[in-house]
């Protein structure tokens, strides 16, 4: 299965994925996580996209996409995997297509996670992530037992510095003018659901399951849709 999730900053892209790549044993390949590792470690490309990443601007096409594609060659990918975060713009829609019809693959289903926008303000506001797995919270509808510990690993939660009001306004910009589009490249192939993403975690897990069929583990439970 190869999937590509679409929505606004704070949908739940992350949150989703997290739980199909748990699921279906995929590979989760977000691009947002991929830059900040590179930003923590220093690296050449790390110092690159830091002025575009704390602005809330998207990195150059050609830059995330190379770096998407060499993620492919890894180990992991080749089975199967979710996408989030990536392709932002139809360029990067038309290469990553283009990359996949190289190796005789193709995207099986995008996923359009729609939420409000002023549910989308509290979800950034109230998010907080671990340093260590990355694991997702939120100080209302997901807390940790210990505020500021990761549950899973015991590691740092700490909040992005693009998650401030002022940036988080220019990312949902960012996302209507160069995003936004992606809906329609996905609809002319066929391939686009659109998931009310305005419920519980659980919900929108359900609805994805079903659009894509199947099975998920959510928390200790596992929800099942016929
Ligand atoms: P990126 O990290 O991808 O950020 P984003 O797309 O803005 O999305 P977020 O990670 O903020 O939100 P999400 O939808 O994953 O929500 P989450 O599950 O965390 O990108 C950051 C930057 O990197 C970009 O601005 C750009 O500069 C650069 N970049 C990345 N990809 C790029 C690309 N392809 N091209 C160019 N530049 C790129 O959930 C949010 C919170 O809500 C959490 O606290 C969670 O616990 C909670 N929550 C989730 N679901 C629910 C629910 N159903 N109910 C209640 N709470 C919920």
Same mark, same amino acid.
């Given at each position: 299965m190869r999937i590509?999730?679409?929505?606004?900053?704070?949908?739940?892209?992350?949150?989703?994925?997290?739980?199909?790549?748990?699921?279906d044993g995929l590979?989760?390949?977000a691009t947002g996580d991929l830059f900040r590792a590179h930003l923590d470690r220093g690296?050449?490309?790390?110092?690159?996209?830091?002025?575009?990443m704390d602005r809330g601007a998207l990195v150059p096409d050609g830059v995330t996409t190379r770096m998407v594609l060499e993620r492919f060659e890894e180990p992991g990918a080749q089975d199967g995997f979710v996408l989030d975060g990536f392709p932002r713009t139809i360029p990067q829609a038309e290469a990553l297509d283009a990359a996949l019809a190289d190796a005789g693959q193709a995207i099986d289903r995008a996923?359009?996670?729609?939420?409000?926008?002023?549910?989308? #303000?509290? /979800?950034? %506001?109230?998010r907080w992530?671990?340093?260590?797995?990355?694991?997702?919270?939120?100080?209302r509808s997901a807390p940790p037992a210990k505020a500021g510990i990761c549950d899973a690993c015991g590691?740092?939660?700490y909040q992005r510095g693009d998650d401030k009001p002022e940036v988080v306004s220019v990312r949902l910009e960012t996302y209507e003018k160069e995003t936004g589009p992606l809906a329609g490249y996905y609809e002319r192939q066929g391939k686009l659901a659109r998931i009310d993403g305005g419920g519980a975690v659980e919900a929108v897990a359900k609805q994805i399951t079903?659009?894509? #069929?199947? /099975?998920? %583990?959510?928390?200790?439970?596992?929800?099942?849709v016929e």
């Open positions: 590509v999730l679409l929505g606004p900053p704070g949908a739940g892209k992350g949150t989703q994925a997290a739980l199909l790549a748990r699921r590979a989760h390949v690296t050449e490309l790390g110092k690159q996209v830091k002025s575009y996923l359009l996670i729609e939420v409000e926008r002023e549910e989308l #303000g509290r /979800r950034l %506001a109230g992530i671990c340093r260590g797995c990355q694991t997702l919270y939120h100080e590691g740092e939660l079903s659009s894509i #069929g199947g /099975r998920v %583990a959510v928390a200790a439970a596992d929800v099942t």
